[in-house]
């Protein structure tokens, strides 16, 4: 992102806002940092309250948004201020967590804990998540299995304070516009708060039930 915000700045003289949801707390350096003028994220993917959103930069630019806000109804104040501080004090510890039950996943399925698995991996997709690439085409029928074992099948608020539960869903759009046969036997796991326990017992016993009805 560095590379191209230098290359914008020697082409045009003009504002760089970047779109950091996901990417704060978890890459080294923000859109600012990376030489933009400003960036946005939201504070409900950090643990924080929702419909407040974030804007870090340049005095100029971030003194002209309070004035537009200046009226106290439009104020982030009170306890949702505080649920701000608090999300932001908290969100680097739940996902620093969160990626380290990423990589036990991978390496215990690498092992071969879960029978049918022929591949895992850790992918940045949006979030910090698990791929896990079975032996047969059996992957929509294990989304299915792993939500009646208590799996989330699609998020509440991405990585939000109510997101508890591992959640197991199909691949991103540009995974299967990559690769259209993937679709079939390719799942993404977040697990949330999940332990590494839990996530793997979820898709073992969605595994077994699947290979039961083959």
């Not at 959103?53 to 630019?61: A, L, Q, S």
């Not at 071969?112 to 991996?121: N, P, R, V, Y």
Request: charged content about 25%.
């Amino acid at each position: 992102m560095e590379t191209v915000i230098g290359t914008i700045r020697k082409c045009a003289d003009i504002l760089i806002l970047t779109d950091d949801n996901y990417a704060v707390m978890k890459m080294s350096r923000t859109g600012v940092q990376c030489g933009a003028d400003l960036s946005c994220f939201s504070s409900f993917k950090l643990l924080g309250p929702e419909g407040v959103g974030i804007v870090i930069g340049k005095k100029r630019y971030t003194d002209k948004i309070i004035g537009w806000n200046y009226s106290g109804g439009m104020q982030v104040q009170g306890h949702e201020a505080m649920d701000v501080l608090r999300g932001l004090t908290y969100a680097p510890v739940s996902l620093a967590i969160e990626a380290e039950v990423g990589k036990e996943c991978v390496r215990r399925l690498k092992a071969g804990e879960i029978d049918g698995i022929k591949d895992a991996f850790l992918a940045n997709a949006q979030s910090k998540i698990v791929l896990v690439e079975f032996e047969e085409d059996i992957a929509a029928q294990v989304l299915e299995e792993a939500e009646r074992s208590g799996a989330a099948p699609n998020p509440v608020g991405a990585e939000s304070k109510y997101e508890i539960v591992p959640m197991f869903y199909r691949l991103s759009g540009t995974f299967r516009k990559a690769d259209p046969a993937l679709e079939k036997r390719m799942i993404r796991i977040n697990p949330m708060r999940g332990g590494a326990d839990t996530v793997l017992r979820i898709l073992k016993r969605a595994v077994e039930s699947v290979k039961i009805c083959l």
